[in-house]
C-alpha cells in the first residue's frame, strides 16, 4: 500500500525552528517529485515548497523564501521541511505530495501552530 507519513509537527513560539519529514512507502520514491502544502482555516489549500526526483532544484512560495528549506534523502525514502523564523501565519496543517507523470499521492497532514 501506498503510505506518506507525515511527522515532526506541534506547537512551536513566534521566531522558532521545526522539522517536518514525510516517511513513503510503497511506491518508486525517486521517480517521484515531492512538494510540502499546507492549509490555514478557511484558506486556501496552497504550495509551500518542492523539490525535483533527485533534489537538484526546488521551488518556493514567497512567503516562505529565506526561511523554509526543502531536501529529500532518496536512500530513506523521506522527504523534508525545515522551518526557521516561524510566524503565526505559519500555522496550518502541513501535507506531504508525492507526484509523477501518472500517479499523484496525499499525505494525512501535520498540524504545525505558531503561537506565545
Known sequence: ???LVES???LVQ???SLRLSCAASGFTFSSYA???Y?????KERELVAL???AGGSTNYADSVKGRFTISRENAKNTVYLQMNSLKPEDTAVYYCYAESRKRIYWGQGTQVTVSS
Open 1 to 3: 500500500q501506498v503510505q
Open 38 to 42: 499546507r492549509q490555514a482555516p478557511g
Open 8 to 10: 515532526g509537527g506541534g
Open 51 to 53: 523539490i525535483t526526483t
Open 14 to 16: 513566534p521566531g522558532g
Open 34 to 36: 515531492m512538494s510540502w
